[in-house]
């Protein structure tokens, strides 16, 4: 008998063993599993001045430069940092492709559905973009019966057409049209050829437009609709949270420290007042 039952124990306690060895790898924590690898590999995409842009073949920008920052508290970890084409930057974060996405996103319900949002790293306020000197257009109001530019796909669009139906609509009329074009400077091309009247876009995208063109574009404030905020993203399960909330930290702390006001006044210009220590509800 004890012949015949030590084998079957043996087999038991393997199995034991394999199904432990298992569990410990399904629930492995992401962070973790950079520090050990010394590496994490993230995505964006360089096309999105003053966040992120190609300059020399190299990433540069205020989302670059806060990136930066955050992983100087993971000493020894290399960074490898994928330019990437926006339209499936996030089903490659879903299919683990890479551990996170620092691309510009603006926080929106539908997004925080499926990807789980740091702290916010800018405000995502929208303003006007139009041609200097156009006294037509001098508060969001008047861009009824106006040809408005913006870009296909943008999270933006949702904003800009609630405002025309809710706003310009219920007391008027709503835009002449809506132009959609591949991205915004083709918008702001449009805009200085007249093919377009107003571009609504991001306060802080615009900065970088108005530094370049003081002399063809100006602004028009104050900015329209729900208050919504740029973050980035991480996947929303157990193994990526604690990396979520690293970056999160790392963002907080650079906004206690003053360090990310420092950054925003480099590249946009101004600062912004952001919610410290939470994620926004996104209004839509």
Known sequence: MKNILSPLKLTLISVSLLCSAFTSTAQADLLD?????????IATEARFAPFEMLDGGKVVGYGKDVLDEVLKDLPGVELTLLDLPFQGILAGLSAERYDFVTATLTITKKRSEKYAFTYP???????ILKRKGDERIMKPEDME???????AGSAHNNIIETFEKETLQATGSGYKSMKQF????????????????????????LAPIIKERPDMFEIIQPSFGPETYYGWVGRKDKNSAT??????????KLQKSGKLAELQQKWFGFTMELPVGIVPEPKS
């Open 182 to 205: 591949t991205d915004y400077n083709e918008a702001y091309a449009a805009l200085a050829s007249r093919r377009v009247d107003a571009v609504p876009q991001a306060l802080p995208n």
């Open 121 to 127: 790293i800018s405000s995502a306020a929208i303003a």
């Open 145 to 151: 019966g106006m040809v408005i530019g913006t870009q």
């Open 243 to 252: 990396l979520v909330q690293f970056f999160s930290d790392g963002i907080e």
């Open 33 to 41: 599993d950079i520090k050990a690898k010394g590496e994490i590999i």
